[in-house]
């Protein structure tokens, strides 16, 4: 007989503003221990140095955290020009330090951009990074002195904007697609330059749909809560509870098809729902009338026939 999770069944997507120095594991298990959820996973770790928006899958939401996994994303990165270091960020250990080219520019540094990172573009992944080879995470072998080959990878930058050049350091903001590594642009900037560069900081601020208005931080997060703990203890889950987003938002940019509760029940006992006429080959966020229940993700077949794909507890968020 299974075992019974613990932990109560709470569903949703919480959006954190990670802050510095925490891993995105330790933030999950915080804001997982905090609602007191059975179950919690996040959707793509930031490195310990990185802040930003990072969403947190509570229960049956995490049935659709491959969809933000894949999603693009965007970033605001800060790079120190003049010294490279063995992870390429901050974190590591300078390795090398150059002297900045005398005739660097705001013109020289943009042309640089749309030549080398605009598009469909091929990139080293850090030794440093959570990639694996053969079931070992590369930053594991990395420290451990080990030398391997790291195979480049193709990622798309949708658009790179060179924010501001100061003496010493350039911001900039990417949005690009997923597996993209920030910390790879700048060493490849810096040696473009010359000079090398890691990130000095790195800030996520766009996963999918999602944006860093939506986000919270556990600061901010922690005030409010010890003001509901001095004046009604019991609004507190309420609380925490209202700024879970529904477990549908996960995958907000797909087409919304709503059932009969007949039809609904075809699709939750694994039938197909052959009655709809819907254009083939097209996934679906499924809402059941006549209260707007989503049930989950849905796909038509080539015959407009609706499958169930990934289908969710019914207690879920309304339509």
């Not at 959707?43 to 509570?58: E, K, M, Q």
């Not at 042309?111 to 573009?121: C, N, R, T």
Request: glycine share 8%; net charge neutral.
């Amino acid at each position: 007989m299974a075992r019974k999770p613990k932990g109560r069944a709470i569903d949703g997507i919480f959006l954190l503003d990670k802050p510095a120095g925490m891993s995105s594991n330790k933030a999950l298990q915080q804001i997982k221990h905090l609602y007191g959820a059975a179950k919690a996973g996040h959707t793509g770790a930031l490195d310990p140095l990185a802040t930003g928006l990072l969403p947190i899958c509570l229960g049956e939401a995490t049935k659709f955290s491959q969809y933000l996994l894949d999603a693009d994303k965007g970033y605001l990165t800060t790079a120190k020009l003049g010294q490279k270091t063995d992870t390429a960020d901050a974190d590591g250990e300078v390795i090398e330090t150059r002297e900045l080219p005398a005739d660097l520019s705001v013109a020289q540094v943009e042309a640089l951009l749309q030549q080398h990172f605009s598009g469909e573009i091929e990139q080293v992944p850090p030794i440093y990074s959570a990639l694996k080879l053969n079931g070992q995470p590369l930053y594991k072998l990395a420290r451990k002195g080990i030398e391997v080959e790291v195979r480049p990878r193709r990622v798309t930058i949708h658009s790179i904007r060179l924010l501001a050049l100061r003496e010493d350091e350039l911001d900039l903001e990417v949005h690009c697609s997923k597996g993209t590594y920030i910390r790879s642009i700048v060493q490849d900037l810096g040696e473009l330059l010359g000079c090398g560069a890691h990130v000095s900081q790195l800030r996520r601020i766009r996963a999918g749909a999602f944006d860093a208005s939506q986000m919270q931080g556990f600061d901010s997060l922690n005030a409010s809560l010890q003001v509901l703990q001095t004046d009604a203890p019991e609004c507190i889950q309420k609380h925490l509870d209202a700024l879970l987003l529904p477990p549908w938002s996960a995958i907000d940019s797909l087409p919304a098809c709503e059932l009969s509760h007949e039809q609904a029940v075809a699709l939750r006992q694994g039938r197909q729902v052959t009655d709809l006429a819907l254009p083939a080959a097209t996934q679906w966020r499924v809402f059941a009338q006549p209260d707007g229940q989503f049930i989950g993700l849905a796909e038509s077949d080539a015959l407009g026939h609706l499958k169930g794909k990934r289908l969710v507890r019914t207690d879920t968020a309304p339509l």
